[in-house]
């Protein structure tokens, strides 16, 4: 039986007037990928967001393994890595010191963050850039670089916002064997995207976002066969052409 890492219950999220999140429930098992998806305005980066504990939910809770990480925000953020859309690194430092800030700032050790560093260096081919200003990196290498620092505390779960997000298709190509590695060494990871063949070819389930509810969660495999579709963009547009007004 799969396990569950993350137990989201009944999240609400209002922004003055505005639902931005209608009660959102949903378990994120251990080891999955679960790709989060819905047209512009549905509620992804909200949800991200307080997933992220970068803004409080207005009602709700969420329990990782177990326990409400509102108990304990310090230990669940030790277990989380984020990885947002727009690089947020320093530019001016070079990459090993962008990592060592990183590592520091979660509290590890000169000689957990070596380690940890050889490793992540190794395994995203950092080691021709590690010494140079993060300004000088192509967007490719930028991304990689921040799932790469998003992983120095070695997290359980990772955040990914729209990773591969105008990049070109080799690049993008890289990052998907990336994240799939990911997935293999354990780290469960929520997928935001807009690329339709993104969600396909990684997400274990997909969970579509619509004015802030869950449309529906599955695996594309039964999407594609309950909609009879041969991909699961189709699929997407079949879904939002059930009320025309909601295409992007
Ligand atoms: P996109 O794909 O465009 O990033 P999204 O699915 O991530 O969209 P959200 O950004 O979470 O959607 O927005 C959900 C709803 O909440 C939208 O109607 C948006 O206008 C509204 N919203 C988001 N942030 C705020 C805010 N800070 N103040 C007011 N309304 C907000």
């Not at 080799?170 to 807009?194: D, F, P, Y």
């Amino acid at each position: 039986m799969n396990k569950i890492l993350l137990s989201i219950k009944n999240i609400k999220k209002t922004y003055g007037q505005k639902e931005a999140l209608k009660g959102i429930s949903l378990d994120v098992y251990k080891g999955e990928i679960l790709g989060l998806l819905g047209v512009n305005g549905a509620g992804k980066t909200t949800l991200s967001s307080i997933i992220a504990t970068l803004i409080p939910a207005t009602e709700g809770d969420i329990e990782f393994n177990g326990v409400s990480i509102y108990n304990d925000l310090a230990s669940y953020r030790a277990q989380l890595g984020f990885c947002p859309q727009r690089p947020n690194l320093n530019p001016q430092l070079t990459l090993e010191q962008n990592l060592r800030l990183s590592g520091s700032y979660y509290g590890m050790t000169e000689e957990q963050i070596d380690a940890r560093m050889a490793t992540l260096t190794a395994q995203f081919e950092l080691a021709p850039f590690l010494h140079q200003r993060a300004l000088v990196l192509s967007g490719g290498y930028k991304q990689r670089f921040m799932i790469a620092r998003s992983l120095m505390h070695s997290p359980q779960l990772v955040l990914l916002d729209e990773p591969t997000v105008a990049l070109d298709p080799h690049i993008r190509r890289q990052l998907w064997a990336i994240i799939k590695e990911l997935k293999k060494s354990g780290v469960t990871v929520i997928l935001t995207t807009h690329y339709l063949d993104e969600a396909e070819v990684l997400s274990d389930r997909v969970c579509v976002l619509d004015h802030g509810q869950i449309k529906l969660i599955d695996t594309p495999e039964k999407l594609k066969a309950d909609f009879k579709m041969n991909n699961l963009e189709d699929v997407f547009i079949a879904l939002m052409q059930e009320d025309p007004a909601k295409i992007i």
